[in-house]
């Protein structure tokens, strides 16, 4: 935009010429790593063969001749960490890590990002002191509660913020937030915790030993997206250890006695399945899903008031003890229910339900109700409380997806399972005179998940990789018995403590 070039470009422009230094940059790029990687390495292959698979592959592979085998010692990473770990003589330890979310601070002024949960904590909108239970007992502090951290003549003042599942007598900090200059979003968000390392070229940056805390009479708000955590008994996941799941898998029975509905899909019937056992919660779905439909960052008040406006979101659950839990994630999304409660209640038939099996909302005749919320069992579908797309500065418009539509406040809205998507697919289909082919259309969310657990297809066609996982034994659904019909399943968690395969 603008006639713009990037910076790299910029740079060699200003630099002093010199002889056989191409001015572009692309040129430049290309000319270093024939000079410095490829001449001093013997290969077999030209070096633009080299170069091109090199881009596409993204790093050097066996195919470009580079890659040399190397065995792993691991005495020599059992003497190298050994230093590390031996107990602190004061008790307390501190871990600095770089952010999941804002890495080391770059990303700090994405409100995608910063409103993107914590993938452990659940955390949006800053960090905190991460410490077990037991240690905030010891510390006689309950989350929110700030604390002060010393490391040598350093001090740091930031919120306790306690988890299921971490070391005792550890705190850890994400590192990236409490930026001064960010940016209009980024700015003050957080608490800096770069002020309490030491030089950068210090062996050890991010691991310091007998680190002072104490509490500060101070509190400081901790907003969470989930703060429940436990389910309670309910089949809402389903886990098992392989050798448990090969003796007694986990089908579902109840399949033949789900009540009848009247809808009959004679064409397409679009569902999805996720699989829990390939799931990381890194969230990669969510973030899609936002860049996708359109979805407004809402900031940390109103996710503070429980408004938070993802389609798709990611709950994490425990299970075992609360000192040394086990993590699983479920992405939770609309289930388009072929017997839908949110149909029923609507007085304005705002949501209904489409010939090809999804729940589909009509944004011109909701006038807000928010009956469907209160009567969804999932409570996937978000309110527009207010206009977040009013304070727009243009070419901030850019950014919107052109095929879904920018909705305004006072309106329901939830996952369309990429409905646009689906149409665009149709209409090729019947330009060609075809039908569409399985793993043609790709969900949002399905196309960025980098572990690849979620699939979308016609459940109608038999030969359709969704229709063959929903026969698994894995298989089930979450909440089937209120008997709403879901179209989302889900594969079972299967667990490996001892490395065993499953068959």
Same mark, same amino acid.
């Given at each position: 935009? =603008?006639s ?6 910029s740079?060699l422009?200003w ?5 056989g230094?191409?001015?572009d ?6 000319s270093r ?9 013997p *290969?077999?292959?030209?070096f633009e063969?080299f170069w ?6 993204? =790093?050097?592979t066996a ?13 020599a ?7 590390y770990? /031996?107990?602190?003589?004061s008790g ?12 080391? %601070? ?8 910063q ?7 659940t ?18 502090c309950r989350? %929110? &509660?700030? @604390?002060r951290l010393?490391v040598?003549?350093r ?5 306790a913020?306690i ?25 003050s @968000?957080g ?5 309490? /390392?030491k030089?950068?070229?210090?062996l ?11 509490? *500060? %009479? ?6 969470r997206v ?6 309670e008994?309910r +089949?809402?996941?389903k886990?098992? #250890? ?21 809808w ?10 996720v699989?829990?056992t ?7 779905c969510s ?6 439909n359109n979805?407004?960052?809402?900031g940390?008040?109103?996710?503070s008031?429980?408004r ?10 425990? #299970?075992?003890?609360? &000192?040394?839990?086990?993590a699983?994630?479920?992405?939770i ?7 839908a409660?949110?149909?029923k209640?609507?007085?304005v038939?705002a949501?209904?339900r489409?010939?090809?099996g999804?729940?589909?909302?009509v !944004?011109n ?5 928010r ?5 969804? +069992?999932?409570?996937v579908?978000? =309110?527009n ?6 304070q ?8 919107y997806? +052109?095929?879904v539509?920018?909705?305004?406040r ?20 019947k330009i060609?005179?075809?039908k569409? /082919?399985? %793993?043609?259309i ?8 980098p572990?690849e657990?979620i699939v979308?297809?016609?459940?109608? &066609?038999?030969?359709s990789?969704?229709?063959q996982?929903t026969k698994e034994?894995r298989?089930?659904h979450?909440?089937?018995?209120l008997? @709403?019909?879901? #179209?989302?399943? !889900? ?10 395969? @499953?068959a």
């Amino acid at each position: 935009m =603008f006639s713009a070039r990037q910076c790299e470009d910029s740079l060699l422009r200003w630099l002093p010429p010199t002889p056989g230094r191409p001015g572009d940059y692309h040129e430049y790029l290309k000319s270093r790593w024939r000079n410095e990687v490829y001449t001093r390495r013997p *290969t077999e292959i030209d070096f633009e063969r080299f170069w091109n698979i090199s881009l596409h592959e993204g =790093f050097i592979t066996a195919t470009t001749g580079f890659l040399q085998p190397q065995d792993l010692r691991p005495e020599a990473v059992l003497e190298a960490i050994g230093e590390y770990a /031996r107990p602190s003589p004061s008790g307390i330890d501190l871990v600095l890590t770089p952010s999941p979310r804002v890495f080391d %601070g770059r990303f700090a002024n994405n409100g995608w990002l910063q409103e993107l949960p914590h993938p452990v904590t659940t955390q949006v909108w800053g960090n905190g002191a991460l410490m077990s239970r037991a240690t905030a007992q010891r510390l006689q502090c309950r989350e %929110g &509660d700030v @604390v002060r951290l010393t490391v040598e003549r350093r001090s740091l003042k930031i919120p306790a913020l306690i988890e299921p599942g971490m070391a005792d007598d550890l705190i850890s900090i994400d590192l990236g937030y409490g930026r001064r200059i960010a940016g209009s979003i980024g700015s003050s @968000v957080g608490v800096d915790a770069g002020t309490l /390392r030491k030089n950068v070229a210090d062996l050890s940056p991010w691991f310091y030993t007998g680190v002072g805390v104490e509490t *500060t %009479g101070e509190s400081s708000r901790i907003i969470r997206v989930q703060t429940h955590f436990s389910i309670e008994g309910r +089949p809402i996941i389903k886990e098992a #250890s392989a050798s448990a799941f090969r003796s007694h898998p986990l089908a579902e029975s109840e399949a033949e006695s789900r009540p009848h509905v009247l809808w009959s899909y004679r064409g397409y019937h679009w569902a999805m399945v996720v699989d829990l056992t390939a799931c990381t919660g890194c969230g990669a779905c969510s973030l899609a899903c936002t860049a996708e439909n359109n979805i407004p960052v809402v900031g940390p008040e109103q996710v503070s008031r429980k408004r938070e406006m993802h389609w798709m979101r990611i709950d994490r659950y425990y #299970s075992g003890s609360p &000192d040394n839990p086990s993590a699983v994630y479920q992405p939770i999304l609309c289930q388009h229910c072929d017997a839908a409660p949110c149909e029923k209640v609507c007085p304005v038939a705002a949501t209904v339900r489409s010939p090809e099996g999804l729940n589909e909302m009509v !944004y011109n005749r909701c006038v807000g109700t928010r009956y469907c919320a209160n009567n969804c +069992p999932y409570k996937v579908r978000r =309110f527009n409380f207010f206009n977040y797309h009013k304070q727009l500065v243009s070419p901030a418009e850019l950014v919107y997806n +052109p095929e879904v539509t920018v909705r305004n406040r006072g309106i329901m809205e939830k996952c369309t399972f990429c409905v646009q998507r689906i149409t665009a697919a149709k209409h090729r289909a019947k330009i060609e005179g075809r039908k569409i /082919r399985d %793993g043609e259309i790709q969900t949002a969310c399905q196309q960025a998940c980098p572990a690849e657990a979620i699939v979308f297809g016609d459940l109608n &066609d038999p030969q359709s990789r969704v229709s063959q996982l929903t026969k698994e034994t894995r298989a089930y659904h979450v909440l089937d018995d209120l008997g @709403v019909r879901p #179209s989302v399943t !889900y594969l079972a968690k299967i667990r490996n403590p001892r490395l065993d395969t @499953v068959a």
